[in-house]
Structure formats: C-alpha cells, structure tokens
C-alpha cells in the first residue's frame, strides 16, 4: 500500500520533469511527444521512464486506473458474502462459474471504455442523448436505487467490521461517511482514484485465508462435475452471483470515470482497457478466495449437507469463518471486509451522483470545488446520510445483500442492451472502435447468455 503511494507520487514527478524538459519520439505512436495530448501529469507518467540516456516514453503498467477501481469495487462486502454464502451451503460447485464470469465481465466493462473516450459523455448522458430522456431517466432511477441499497450494504458490512472491535454502529457511520465526503474534496481525480485503490489492496487479505482453509483439490473438481442445477435453491445463488459479478453500477461508474478522468484515444485507451482485463482476473480471484474459505471451513466440518441456514448477520459470516481459522484469520477477515466495503462505497456513491448530474444538467466533476459544483457535493451528501441512517435499521442484512444481487440480473438486460447498441451504432463510435463481424456476434452472444441465466434462475426463484 505504501509503495502504490510513493511510486504514484513519484512516477508523477518524472512525468512533470518530462514535459518541461524532453523532445522525444513516442515509441507506441511515433509521434513528438510535445505533440502528444495527455489528459494528466499521472496519464502520462504511466508512460514516462527513467534511463541512463534520459526519459523515454514507453506503455508500462499503470499505478492505478478506473479499471482496476471498479473492478476491486466489484468484490465488495455484498458480493463477498454472496460468495461465502456460496461456498457455505454449496461447496465448491460454484467455483467454475466464477471463472467463467471474468470473460463476460470485461467484455462489457472494456466497452465502457470506448464509448467514454470516443463520446466524452456517461453511461446515462449517452442513453439521454441517443435514445430519449425518457430512458435515460428511467435507467438513471434504476440505477440510483441499487446504488442506495448496494451503498446500505457496504454501511452494514463496515458497522460488523467495527462491532468486531467495539466500536458502536452509530460512530462507524459517522467515520465512513465523513471520510467519503473528504475523499472526495481533493480537487483531482487521479488523488480519489489512488486512495480508493489503498483501500481496496486490503481485499488480498482473503488469500491468506484461502490458504489457511486448505482447501481439497479433489473436492473442486468433484464440485465441478457434480451440479445440482434442478436445486431451487441452488439457482437463486447462481442468480445471485451472476448479479454479483455483472452489476450495472460498474458500468455507469467506469465510464463516468474514464470522462472526468479525461482519458484519450490511443495508448491511454489501450491501457485502460489492459487493466481492465486484469481488474476482471483479480476480482474474480478475490471471490473465489472467499469461497474457498467458507467452503474449506463450514462446508467441510457440516458433512456436506447443502441444507445448513444460511449467513443472517455480517457478523455470523466472519465469526463463523474465523472459529476455524483462529485469531488470525479474524484479523485478515476483518480487513478484508473493510477493504471491500469501503471502496464498494467510494464507487456506487459516485456512480449515483455523476449519474443524477448527467441527467440533470449539473456541473458535476471531482475536479470541481463545492462553490464550482454545490449541487454535485450536496447530492453526494445527501446520498451518504440517507445510506447511514437506513444501515442502522434493525432488519436481516444478508437477506439485503442477497435481494440486491438478484435485482441486479433481472435489471442487467436492459443495461447490456443499452451498451450493446451504443456500441454498434456508427453515430457514436467509430468504425475502428465499434463492435464489428465476428467480434459483435460473440459479444451479443456472452451478453444474451449472462442476461438470460440470470433472468432464468430469478424466474424459477419467484414461482
């Protein structure tokens, strides 16, 4: 975590050192680098190296991008206990599917990409815009309302993590909300990204659990062949997991991002979309750790039997896990979950806000100041408080977290719809960038498939 700072600092001071200071070619697209528009001193020090012989410019991996946030958002608190609660009551058999998940996953995030460089414009601006402000509205209600539900999640999760250490649910609210509202005020968007990402290195903490489950081999691969797909209850968690892995929030959050970051066409785009593809490998990973654990503990010591109860509290998952595990596995558990929850935060509460600002027509941008953009930081407010205050309601939270994931494969259709077809249009990319032959027939395939199973599995739960 610490290096992920310094380097990001660092890396930075070079690339304002190279702008002053060096005419060099750019080795990815020949052309002079004083002529070569960067949206930032932190997108261009990706690209900046010191040598012997001076600086050069070259790709290199980025410190930190709206990829990689997303994707790390994508494993928080509510999509870790869907997983726990997977490998609870089933075992290893959901495993498979997990993998499966990261291919649709950055298909459709790397999308977003595209149309936020080529357009300048959100998820929701851009369906306003092409389609009508009538659905633009509606998927921006939609989308506000699992963004508040998600957020109440992430509040629950963090208020377990701080019962665990005796602090009350009231100051733990009070802590995470003041501390988002202040990540936002830094004036750059490079700044929110890095500290969100901070946060979310904490969700590697679950692979030392993993490891000290133990996990069988040979059970995995009996969990692979052995699919109970005519179980009931076996097909509301795979709707849950696909809602879990597909949620639509990420979709508005990374394009949204990719505009406020100012992310340009070339070897910016290209490398967005590069961590974006790892983003998918590691979150998948990350719930897959998560799974391992709870399968290699509870599953193992209750015989088996796919009937056990189920999680009820945020709590219950972490004791339960960590009464095999010992001590240690609390402490990384604890972590882990606040890693997750936090950045799980930072993300939907900003896909809400630029969202509603997209539609409304209000400036709204995290390089804005509170006197720029009130209405942007008053939403912000508003939507944190709202949040805090139903997270210390009295009710079942994993019924919560499990009731979200499920509304998020019966709305992902209309989401991927949309994508597709902003996509395909020619108005709206172009042709180097759009979704063509081959490549437009397998996405709308993985995109049919995902919308499908979900809408199936959501179906044969509600009858």
């Known amino acids: 975590t610490v290096s992920v700072l310094y380097w990001g600092k660092k890396k930075k001071t070079i690339a304002h050192k190279a702008m002053k200071t060096c005419d060099v070619e750019n080795a990815y697209e020949g052309t002079p680098l004083e002529n070569k528009s960067f949206s930032s001193a932190d997108s261009m020090a990706s690209s900046v190296a010191v040598t012997k012989h001076g600086v050069k410019v070259e790709m290199g991996c ?7 946030v997303v994707m790390l958002a994508d494993s928080d608190a509510g999509s870790l206990i869907i997983a726990a609660q997977s490998g609870k009551v089933w075992g290893y058999t959901l495993v498979p599917l997990q993998l499966i998940l990261a291919l649709p996953l950055y298909m459709a995030q790397e999308l977003t990409v595209r149309l936020g460089t080529c357009t300048e414009m959100g998820f929701a601006k851009l369906v306003s815009t092409y389609y009508g402000k009538f659905w633009g509205a509606l998927i921006c209600c939609v989308l506000c309302c699992i963004c508040i539900g998600a957020l109440i999640s992430e509040y629950t999760a963090i208020i377990g993590v701080g019962s665990m250490v005796g602090i009350p649910p009231v100051v733990s609210c009070a802590l995470v909300s003041t501390g988002l509202f202040f990540i936002t005020l830094q004036g750059n968007y490079e700044e929110v990204e890095r500290k969100a990402l901070v946060l979310g290195c904490f969700e590697f903490a679950f692979f030392i659990t993993m490891l000290l489950a133990a996990p069988s081999p040979r059970e995995l691969v009996e969990g692979v062949v052995n699919v109970p797909y005519k179980n009931k209850d076996f097909q509301i968690l795979v709707a849950a997991n696909i809602g879990a892995v597909m949620q639509p929030w990420m979709i508005f959050y990374q394009q949204s991002a990719v505009v406020d970051k100012g992310t340009k066409k070339g ?6 979309r ?4 790892w983003g998918a490998f590691i979150t998948q990973m990350v719930a897959i750790a998560v799974m391992l654990t709870a399968a290699g503990t509870v599953w ?5 039997n796919p009937d056990v109860r189920g999680f009820e509290t945020v709590q219950e998952v972490s004791s339960t896990l960590t009464s095999y595990l010992g001590v ?5 558990f604890a972590f882990g979950f606040f890693g997750s929850a936090a950045i799980g935060a930072v993300v939907v509460s900003l896909t809400a806000v630029w969202s509603i600002s997209e539609i409304s027509g209000w400036h709204g941008s995290l390089k804005s100041s509170c006197s720029e953009a009130p209405m942007f930081y008053t939403t912000f407010a508003c939507i944190l408080i709202f949040s805090s205050y139903a997270a210390l309601a009295d009710f079942n939270h994993i019924v919560l977290n499990v009731g979200i994931q ?10 991927l719809g949309f994508l597709y077809l902003m996509s395909t249009h020619p108005h709206i990319l172009p042709k180097e960038h759009r979704l063509t032959g081959v490549t437009r027939v397998v996405y709308a395939i993985s995109f049919t498939l995902c919308s499908g199973i979900g809408m199936w599995c959501c179906l044969a739960m509600l009858s």
């Not at 590069?274 to 593809?277: A, D, F, G, R, V």
């Not at 193992?300 to 088996?304: A, F, G, K, P, S």
């Open 62 to 68: 980025p410190v930190s991008g709206p990829g990689l």
């Open 267 to 272: 070897m910016e785009m290209d490398r967005a």
């Open 274 to 277: 590069h961590e974006t593809k």
């Open 300 to 304: 193992n010591h209750d015989n088996r």
């Open 328 to 332: 240690t596995g609390e402490v990384l």
């Open 406 to 415: 499920v509304l998020n494969a019966l709305l992902l259709p209309l989401i």
